[in-house]
């Protein structure tokens, strides 16, 4: 792609997940960097706020894991932007899970939000981002590819997501449009706080843990990836090293947390640990 194409000047991006962490920040930046940016997600009064410092963007209350809501987000922000060139299905929810002995509804809302959700962002916004400059991010995890205990219902949603992304980018390549998937490890959020912050983690953890990345290391990232319409993005650095070393990073840690998971198991099905972003009425939201 030409430099001067490369410019996020102008771009029409719908970003879900936008009342609070990587995709609030991430609105904030692109703002910055002069896109024209809208915005969907659950907490009004947050997403309001977020909205008044990107000068006044149309948003959306919108729970991702309602198609009709998805999709009435959708056509608003085309209609509001005169048309899309980018989304972000950002919007994700996490919370701890033994998959022996654990509340199954965790595991549901899991797949609702995360798997289902990124479905209808991308279902909805492939007609609209279909045109040579249009460009789908799909929001995954190192987590799709490295699966760690009490994280079975977010690594397989992750997983899913980053199918959705690779199928999506074959469907769309006729038209001229890219998709992308991004691949986080541990951004300083308030989602990665609080999805930590529980006594089986701590337990889990008391040998040690990867460092937490500062969130401006993934936005920075995703800047960049935005702009060039990546195949793929990864932050922290070192995730685009682990991801090709897949097969072989999975033994390994499978054998580092053995010596404190049957405790943490323990505690984490007596723990009623709350999901990382509050959901609707009906959803477990701790």
């Not at 809302?109 to 916004?125: D, K």
């Not at 990232?221 to 090709?244: C, T």
């Amino acid at each position: 792609m030409p430099t001067s194409d490369r410019s996020l000047t102008g771009r029409r991006v719908l970003i879900t997940g936008a009342a609070r962490g990587i995709g609030a920040a991430l609105a904030r930046r692109l703002h910055d960097r002069g896109a024209r940016v809208a915005l969907a997600g659950l907490e009004p009064d947050r997403l309001a706020e977020v909205a008044r410092a990107c000068g006044d963007a149309p948003w959306w209350p919108c729970d991702v894991g309602d198609r009709e809501a998805v999709e009435a987000a959708v056509d608003g922000a085309a209609t509001r932007l005169g048309g899309l060139d980018v989304v972000v299905a950002n919007a994700g929810v996490a919370a701890q899970l033994p998959l022996v002995g654990g509340d199954p509804e965790v595991f549901e809302t899991t797949l609702r939000v995360n798997t289902a959700g990124v479905y209808y962002t991308l279902r909805a916004a492939g007609p609209h981002i279909g045109h040579p400059r249009g460009y789908a991010l799909a929001i995954s995890s190192l987590a799709a590819a490295v699966h760690a205990p009490l994280l079975g219902a977010y690594s397989a949603s992750k997983a899913a997501v980053e199918a959705l992304g690779n199928t999506l980018r074959a469907e769309l390549r006729h038209t001229g449009a890219r998709v992308g998937v991004a691949y986080f490890a541990e951004l300083d959020t308030d989602m990665t706080r609080r999805g930590f912050g529980t006594k089986a983690a701590a337990h889990a953890q008391r040998h040690g843990r990867l460092p937490v990345a500062p969130l401006d290391v993934g936005i920075d990232a995703l800047e960049r990836g935005i702009a060039r319409r990546a195949k793929r993005i990864v932050a922290p650095w070192w995730v685009g090293i682990a991801l090709p070393l897949r097969m072989a990073v999975q033994p390994v840690l499978d054998l580092a947390v053995q010596r404190s998971l049957p405790e943490a198991l323990r505690i984490a099905r007596e723990e009623h640990a709350p999901l990382t972003t509050p959901q609707p009425s009906g959803d477990r939201d701790g």
